[in-house]
């Protein structure tokens, strides 16, 4: 079985609001089930319920840290979100959600004995991941110090600002917090406004010195990360310093849509070879469903997924033999790349002998 891909049900121990539109779920993890549940800082869970008939997955990231000792996730209200008003709204103590163990790139390893400055860029929910990194590593390394750029509408919808003042007081000097607001003006120009391009540059120039910082992290609307990273470019930091963690994709380009449904109608019809859970199953592809994990899934196979957009890598699998191309990729590492992984829910087969394994 490849558990990597198996739910959990776990129990809701504790649903707390965070600000107006956003709440903290905190899961139970019973005592055989801690393995699987160990996370690094800065992963997510995805999780996955049935609402109204519908089953509906999202992958949320953790803000605790694994020092911490427990296992919660914040849920932003978003307008005509299935999930995030579910939870907002209707989830409660004890009920319970199918959950996968932590996944997610957007990580560093932290060592007592580094002396590292890290800095972020985050905006809205975007501190969540954020959160947990600035936690462990302030609590890993006594000689590593953090620099955080948070940018939200309005004060009073802060996502952790008690616990970010609570972090500042208890590890003196280590944490630095700017913060930027879009709602609400400032005395100092600087604080006022989005986190765009020109911003982070103004950032840049006069609030940190990328040369002596070890790793940025930025996670936030497409935006503000484009925004960042370029910046960050632009002033000579490598891209293997930057860590980037999308919650969702732009995804809807009309180039990438022309192209993408180009492969498709070529592929119809292709019969592939996919391995799941130790099973070989022969899936042809399907023009209409428009990418491997659809069709596989058409099939009854119950290939894994989670956003369907490209970014959770949940859906990932390996190529065995033939050609697979992809529509775009934000969840997969150059190294996953090169050894030949694939994102399903973007990808189409381009030969006639493609073999796919999501064990591998
Ligand atoms: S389901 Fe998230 S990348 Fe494919």
Redesign the pocket.
Known sequence: MSAKNDFHRLRVAQVRRETSDAVSILFDVPNDLADRFVFRPGQYLTLRTDIAGEDVRRNYSICASPLDGELRVVVKMLAGGTFSTFANETLKVGDEIEVLPAAGHFTALFTPDAARHYAAFAAGSGITPILSLIKTALMTEPESRFTLFYGNRMSGRVLFLEELYAIKNRYMGRLEVFHFLTMEEEDVDLFNGRLDRAKCDRILASLIDPAEVDIFFACGPEGMMEAAEQALLARGVPEDRILLERFSSAGSSTVLDEIASARAAAAAGRNMAVVLDGRKFTVPFDADQGNI?DSVRKLGVPAP???????????RAKVVTGKVDMRLNY?LTKDELAQGYV????ATPSSDDVTISYDA
């Open positions: 994990l997924y989670a956003c369907k957009g490209g970014v959770c890598a949940t859906c969840g994102l399903t829910c973007q």
